[in-house]
């Protein structure tokens, strides 16, 4: 919570949308727990999962632009390209975030693909995004573009793919790895199987999964 509430405020004056379908089968999940966490903080009574309801969707989402209510739309990848496909929408007073990949779902596509259909179809000039997994506390965030953006707590480092001793690379792709200092009563030191870039001021890319590393997350939830 005090990540978010660096990045985007206190969560209680936003409308927040969760759009993570198949949710109630994998209430486990900590992509559901996090905007779950969120939808509680929230003091709208419209806040909540939202799932393959998308008419319901549309109608919550154009009540608040018509009420310029600062609003949160949160969805895995392939949900939101769904829902976009069938509603265009002029949005003025929504941000909407994205939080991973097809996961089999539709045909792969790069974030400045996703990107930029979604702001088509929704009329938004930005796509944020979330960069988070289950073993971290912290996520890290990007307002548009492709660096994400870590709380002071959360770094994050590029591993030389042939030589894993050989640490900080910069402006080079390797592996990523995320030192979360919130994760007090766990390990704080996590080498991903994401691809990436970090840059001098912190910031970092995720290029994709590195070669022979399974397919997983939160986003692959099941019907």
Same mark, same amino acid.
């Given at each position: 919570?005090?990540?978010? #509430?660096?990045?985007?405020?206190?969560?209680?004056?936003?409308?927040?949308?969760?759009?993570?379908?198949? +949710?109630? &089968?994998?209430?486990?999940?900590?992509?559901?727990?996090?905007?779950? #966490?969120?939808?509680?903080?929230?003091?709208?009574?419209?806040?909540?999962? +939202?799932?393959?309801?998308?008419?319901?969707?549309?109608?919550?989402?154009?009540?608040?632009?018509?009420?310029?209510?600062?609003?949160?739309?949160? %969805?895995?990848?392939?949900?939101?390209?769904?829902?976009?496909?069938?509603?265009?929408?002029?949005?003025?007073?929504?941000?909407?975030?994205?939080?991973?990949?097809?996961?089999?779902?539709? &045909?792969?596509?790069?974030?400045?693909?996703?990107? &930029?259909?979604?702001?088509?179809?929704?009329?938004?000039?930005?796509?944020?995004? &979330?960069?988070?997994?289950? !073993?971290?506390?912290?996520?890290?965030?990007?307002?548009?573009?492709?660096?994400?953006?870590?709380?002071?707590?959360?770094?994050?480092?590029?591993?030389?793919?042939?030589?894993?001793?050989?640490?900080?690379?910069?402006?080079?792709?390797?592996?990523?790895?995320?030192?979360?200092?919130?994760? +007090?009563?766990?390990?704080?030191?996590? !080498?991903?199987?994401?691809? %990436?870039?970090?840059? !001098?001021?912190?910031?970092? !890319?995720?290029?994709?999964?590195?070669?022979?590393?399974?397919?997983?997350?939160?986003?692959?939830?099941?019907?």
């Amino acid at each position: 919570m005090s990540c978010f #509430e660096k990045f985007y405020g206190l969560p209680k004056f936003k409308c927040i949308l969760g759009l993570l379908p198949s +949710y109630l &089968e994998r209430r486990q999940s900590s992509l559901v727990m996090m905007t779950d #966490e969120l939808i509680r903080a929230s003091a709208n009574d419209l806040s909540g999962f +939202y799932l393959y309801d998308h008419e319901k969707l549309h109608r919550t989402i154009m009540h608040n632009e018509l009420l310029k209510m600062p609003t949160l739309l949160i %969805g895995v990848t392939y949900a939101l390209l769904d829902f976009a496909e069938k509603y265009s929408m002029q949005l003025r007073h929504t941000i909407v975030m994205e939080t991973g990949g097809m996961k089999g779902r539709r &045909e792969e596509m790069t974030r400045q693909q996703v990107h &930029e259909q979604l702001q088509t179809q929704l009329g938004i000039s930005l796509v944020h995004s &979330e960069y988070g997994m289950t !073993e971290l506390m912290s996520q890290a965030y990007t307002k548009g573009g492709n660096r994400f953006i870590t709380p002071p707590w959360m770094k994050v480092f590029a591993r030389d793919l042939t030589d894993p001793m050989q640490k900080g690379l910069l402006n080079e792709s390797g592996g990523i790895n995320v030192v979360d200092l919130a994760n +007090y009563h766990s390990v704080a030191f996590i !080498e991903t199987e994401d691809l %990436g870039r970090v840059y !001098e001021d912190g910031s970092f !890319e995720v290029l994709g999964r590195l070669d022979n590393s399974d397919v997983r997350g939160c986003n692959l939830l099941i019907d």
